[in-house]
């Protein structure tokens, strides 16, 4: 992390204060660094795949990293859009692997998506966990096999909940070299 400045979050078509400022504080104490919520607007209308009725997560990556990539930093862009690649039905997020930008979407975070009472203090720890990990990407991380740390593979919602926002001690030490 010795090179990197900030951790800009780039809401798109988000609103809920709420939510963003608590992502600022949280991911700022999770990579002790500096966090910043920047504004951007783009059409996400080229990015929608009419077959899947979803959006594609690599064009998105692609477009945040051309647009607001910028050296020294880590972004984030934070959607609330259905996400695929093409060979899974569905993402949470997306990064490059040790590069500078990553994408990550709350739309299948909430409980309400699944029949379930909502709880927004789950859905927001949800889209924490799924920020923090894409971020982990960015830093160099892979998935990690640690019950309980934030880079385990997540394929379902219950998988997010069943780890916790922070790094494990193996983690945290690559994160920190």
């Not at 204060?17 to 783009?42: D, G, P, W």
């Not at 994408?103 to 029949?115: I, K, P, T």
């Not at 379902?156 to 193996?170: G, H, M, Q």
Request: proline share 2%.
């Amino acid at each position: 992390m010795n090179n990197v400045n900030q951790i800009n979050l780039i809401p798109f078509r988000i609103v809920d204060k709420t939510l963003l400022e608590m992502l600022r504080y949280e991911t700022s104490n999770i990579f002790a660094c500096r966090v910043q919520l920047k504004e951007a607007r783009t059409e996400l209308g080229q990015f929608f795949d009419g077959s899947r009725r979803q959006y594609n997560a690599d064009q998105l990556l692609q477009m945040v990293d051309q647009k607001y990539g910028q050296e020294n930093t880590k972004t984030a862009g934070l959607f609330q859009v259905d996400l695929f690649i093409p060979i899974l039905t569905y993402i949470f997020g997306q990064a490059y692997l040790n590069g500078r930008t990553a994408v990550a979407s709350g739309y299948r975070l909430a409980n309400e998506r699944y029949g379930i009472k909502s709880e927004q203090s789950v859905y927001y720890n949800r889209f924490l966990k799924e920020v923090v990990h894409e971020l982990g990407h960015n830093f160099g991380l892979i998935h990690c096999r640690n019950i309980g740390c934030v880079m385990q593979a997540s394929t379902y919602v219950e998988d997010i909940d069943l780890k916790n926002a922070d790094f494990c001690p193996t983690c945290r030490r690559q994160l920190e070299q």
